[in-house]
């Protein structure tokens, strides 16, 4: 994430893959650089990404929607894998 797309956007997507928690984890270090060029009251979007692959999980839509919430956030899961309504919407 560079300075120039946190200092222009409009609103920001955060994505992180739901069978990997560093990948989750991470997000901390992605917010506080939105926090860090004053974006915290911009929207935000927290999607979890391969909504298909629910065998491997390891980071619960409990704690997706935990910390969207925290961060007064959007949250959405979903895939890449193309289905008819694959998407769920918090």
Do not use: C
Not at 22 to 29: P, R, Y
Not at 58 to 87: M, P, Q, R
């Amino acid at each position: 994430m560079t300075d120039h797309w946190v200092n222009e956007s409009q609103a920001l997507i955060l994505v992180y893959s739901i069978d990997n928690k560093e990948s989750f984890d991470n997000l901390d270090i992605r917010r506080e650089i939105i926090i860090k060029h004053g974006k915290e009251a911009s929207p935000i979007i927290l999607v979890g990404n391969k909504f298909d692959q629910l065998d491997a999980r390891v980071v619960s839509f409990e704690e997706g929607f935990a910390k969207a919430k925290l961060w007064d956030a959007f949250y959405i899961e979903t895939s890449t894998i193309v289905y008819i309504f694959n998407f769920r919407i918090i």
